[in-house]
């Protein structure tokens, strides 16, 4: 089993601020995912990444295998990027039994 | 752009009937997923699909759950005797290969 941490558990931010959501995995992986959950449920994958950085949009990701830490990024935040951020890594040994975190929730206000 | 749809939204059911959740994936998708979330807790990997069998499947995926691709579309979710907590939402998912999965709207199911 792969346990997910992710912190801030909540985080509020005014708009044009730079936010920094994380996650620590315990057990190594191919590859991690990150989601957003928008307020009513449904679910985007933003990112699959296996190593190094990945950009899109505002949006980067970074992913450090050897410490088993990723990052998610926003820059220029803006209130519509309110959601829940929420980070998936696979069981050891497996490809899609995906572990998923609590979740970030971000508020950007204006 | 095409995307995941699943069927229906929202479907409410008593204890001991049997609910059919439907998903429509990608159609070149090959890889298709079916997750959970109860109500303010994480989403739960329930069971992943490949060449129309079961190719990895969690604890949570006993006896009571099914899964099945009928037709050339439509990848579907059986809940046999539904329970109380089983009260939950219902994410489908459909991948090309082993990378970004799409996640479908969901289905919000209420066991009474």
């Known amino acids: 089993k792969n346990e997910v941490e992710q912190s801030p558990q909540n985080l509020t931010a005014q708009e044009g601020e730079f936010i920094t959501i994380n996650c620590s995995y315990s057990?190594?992986?191919?590859?991690l995912h990150w989601l957003q959950q928008h307020p009513g449920g449904g679910i985007v994958s933003l990112f699959m990444?296996?190593?190094g950085k990945k950009k899109h949009g505002r949006l980067i990701a970074t992913i450090n295998i050897q410490e088993k830490h990723s990052s998610l990024h926003i820059t220029a935040s803006h209130p519509r990027d309110s959601a829940v951020y929420i980070c998936?890594?696979?069981?050891?040994?497996?490809?899609?039994?995906?572990?998923f975190g609590t979740g970030t929730r971000l508020q950007v206000t204006l | 752009e095409p995307e995941v749809t699943q069927t229906p939204s929202h479907q409410v059911t008593q204890m001991g009937q049997e609910v059919i959740l439907r998903c429509v994936p990608i159609?070149?998708?090959?890889?298709f997923y079916w997750y959970r979330q109860i109500l303010g807790q994480k989403v739960e990997f329930l069971v992943s699909?490949?060449?129309?069998?079961?190719?990895?499947k969690s604890e949570i995926f006993d006896d009571q759950f099914s899964v099945e691709r009928p037709d050339g579309s439509n990848f579907t979710l059986k809940i046999r005797s539904t329970k109380l907590e089983d009260s939950a939402m219902y994410f489908c998912?459909?991948?090309?290969?082993?990378?970004?999965?799409?996640f479908g709207p969901g289905t919000r199911l209420l066991v009474l």
């Open positions: 990444l296996s190593s």
């Open positions: 998936a890594v696979p069981r050891a040994g497996t490809a899609s039994k995906l572990t």
């Open positions: 159609s070149n998708h090959l890889y």
């Open positions: 699909f490949y060449n129309n069998e079961i190719s990895e």
């Open positions: 057990v190594g992986i191919s590859a």
């Open positions: 998912a459909s991948s090309r290969g082993g990378e970004t999965q799409y």
